[in-house]
């Protein structure tokens, strides 16, 4: 009995020698980390690269707060593991000893029993986890060939690619979780089962109008009504497309906005491309307005608006540029000048250059511009174009009344 007793006593020091021990390795452990001073778990380039709000300093802080988790985790385990032969070792508490060995050995055994039986099912995973890792390997090669027009496929256009990668990647991955499901350890009970279905519900209520934008951008991209880079018009929007996305389309403006376009609202709006028969075609016709007198003679009116436009930089000269007589109006002739461009994102400069050189042909043919301002009534008054314009031949005409 006495040495039964012995046997304790060394036992029960064996305790107090463990926690001495392991508080003087985890106190050392904790200092050696307090003079780190670059990442070491977070140095890798490309997990610094995802991890870039980890700095030494936090990577410590980490480490620390690890080393108390896996410090009180040991002690705890030593307790569960080591008290029950402690209690053995007294014939006063053996029995409670032998009831606590079954509790630790009880959920022991679960956890044993469990992981060899889900050995089967984690081959099965792993072999769809590769298979699925592969393919999309396969179709991310594919989809670079593509993209770079190393391989053609009659009917697919180029910038299709990226596209239908990503929507065959969710495809592929949801096609893979659908199959390993059934063998996740728990997915058959009713916890996991309840929670799956509120998760179905919440993502179903909350993601109609992201769902809508998902449909929209599919369709757009399909229907192939923009690139990237592309001059557009939607709705009151005018900019060039900087970004498409399954869910919004950004523009930036003329005016250097960047705005970001639900692709339901692009759907459901009409698309202007200025960009497209730019660059395919002939190129795509700017045309602005301007107002003549019925007293000058359209020829005249024709080869100075003519004359203007070809002065006017990115303004093709073949095609040549032509006037179309709109209207005639209560005091003067609506002329429209059209001209040919291959650079619509300049429209707005060329508008303002086409805009003045035409004001000037007009002036240097010593024609004037009307407008609703004016009336046609012109006895007793002067042109009013610049001075320098006017004809040396001219007098202020005086003001008459024929019978």
Known sequence: MTVQYIYFAIALLGIVLFFFLSKKFFNWLQRRISTIEHNIFFGNQKIAQFFRFITPR???????????????????????????????????????????IEYIKKPLLFIYHGIVGFIPNLFFILVIFFLTRYVLRFLKYVTNELEREAVKLDGFHADWARPTFNLLRVVIIAFSVIIIFPYIPGSDSPAFKGVSIFFGVLFSLG???????????????????FKVGDRVQIGDTIGDVIDKSLLVTRVKTIKNLNITVPNSSILGNHIINFTKNAKEDIGIILHTSVTIGYDVVSNEVLKALIEGAKKTEFILQEPSPFVLIKSLDDF????????????????????????????????????????????????????TVPSHNVPDTYSKPGFKIEK
């Open 332 to 383: 003067y002739v609506n002329y429209e000048i059209n001209a040919y461009t291959q650079n619509p994102e300049k429209s707005a400069l060329i508008y303002s250059m086409l805009h003045e050189h035409i004001k000037n042909a007009l002036h240097d043919a010593g024609i004037e511009i009307l407008s609703p301002h004016y009336h046609a009534v012109r006895d007793g008054n002067m042109l």
């Open 207 to 225: 993601s109609t109008s992201a769902i809508s934008n998902i449909v929209a951008g599919i369709v757009i991209t399909y229907m192939r009504p």
């Open 58 to 100: 936090r990577e410590r802080h980490i480490l620390k707060f690890v080393i108390r988790l896996l410090r009180i985790s040991i002690y705890i385990t030593f307790l569960i593991l080591y008290l029950p032969f402690l209690f053995s070792l007294v014939p006063q508490t053996r029995e409670y000893a032998d009831i606590v």
